[in-house]
T-cell receptor
Framework: DTAVSQTPKYLVTQMGNDKSIKCEQNLGHDTMYWYKQDSKKFLKIMFSYNNKELIINETVPNRFSPKSPDKAHLNLHINSLELGDSAVYFC????????????????FGPGTRLTVL | GQSLEQPSEVTAVEGAIVQINCTYQTSGFYGLSWYQQHDGGAPTFLSYNALDGLEETGRFSSFLSRSDSYGYLLLQELQMKDSASYFCAVLMDSNYQLIWGAGTKLIIKP
């Protein structure tokens, strides 16, 4: 059973299009994340979502929006795709970090390789 | 701003011991984590230090000195499968998000 799953695994699209990436976790975690990893392997947090509290990295363009239909899902919508959006996007989940005694273990999905042409 | 420094690449021989250092300058700090990522794969959690000292998990150990803003990952009895990138990451106490280093590519030679 996959703990954190993402679809699609690969996404190739044209500039200007709108696309979505889906993420689901079956670990019962309270917090989910979206990361972007560029070609130089820099991992950058984009969003974290905990019990309907959204924390946004201020450098993320507003073309990116997370949507959480329930605690087990956090989808990423991207509007007006640009060439610079090409990267691997990882979804992750963890227990609520604010709980006493919790350790920092984030479980990552397999990643979605987005290529914008 | 927030910054984490780690070497970009380290080379070691199979069966040897290697240490990957990480220094950080962040506006807050809750703990230091280490993750492993194989090429084409996802990051996987290795260890976490919230307090000073050494944490040991099998062949891997991680150390933290909060006063020095410094930590390291120690890998013993290196195996070819340990060839991967290793990331240190600071868990921020303000928003519980991870700030990541640029990663260290570990190359293991037979």
């Amino acid at each position: 059973d996959t703990a954190v799953s993402q679809t699609p695994k690969y996404l190739v699209t044209q500039m200007g299009n709108d696309k979505s990436i889906k993420c689901e976790q079956n670990l019962g975690h309270d917090t989910m994340y979206w990361y972007k990893q560029d070609s130089k392997k820099f991992l950058k947090i984009m969003f974290s979502y905990n019990n309907k509290e959204l924390i946004i990295n201020e450098t993320v363009p507003n073309r990116f929006s997370p949507k959480s239909p329930d605690k087990a899902h956090l989808n990423l919508h991207i509007n007006s795709l640009e060439l610079g959006d090409s990267a691997v996007y990882f979804c992750a989940s963890s227990q609520d970090q604010r709980l006493a005694g919790s350790t920092d273990t984030q479980y990552f999905g397999p990643g979605t390789r987005l290529t914008v042409l | 701003g927030q910054s984490l420094e780690q070497p970009s690449e380290v080379t070691a021989v199979e069966g040897a011991i290697v240490q990957i250092n990480c220094t950080y300058q962040t506006s807050g700090f809750y703990g230091l984590s280490w993750y492993q990522q194989h090429d084409g794969g996802a990051p996987t959690f290795l260890s976490y230090n919230a307090l000073d000292g050494l944490e040991e998990t099998g062949r891997f150990s991680s150390f933290l000195s909060r006063s020095d803003s410094y930590g390291y990952l120690l890998l013993q009895e290196l195996q070819m499968k340990d060839s991967a990138s290793y990331f240190c990451a600071v868990l921020m106490d303000s928003n519980y998000q991870l700030i990541w280093g640029a990663g260290t590519k570990l190359i293991i030679k037979p």
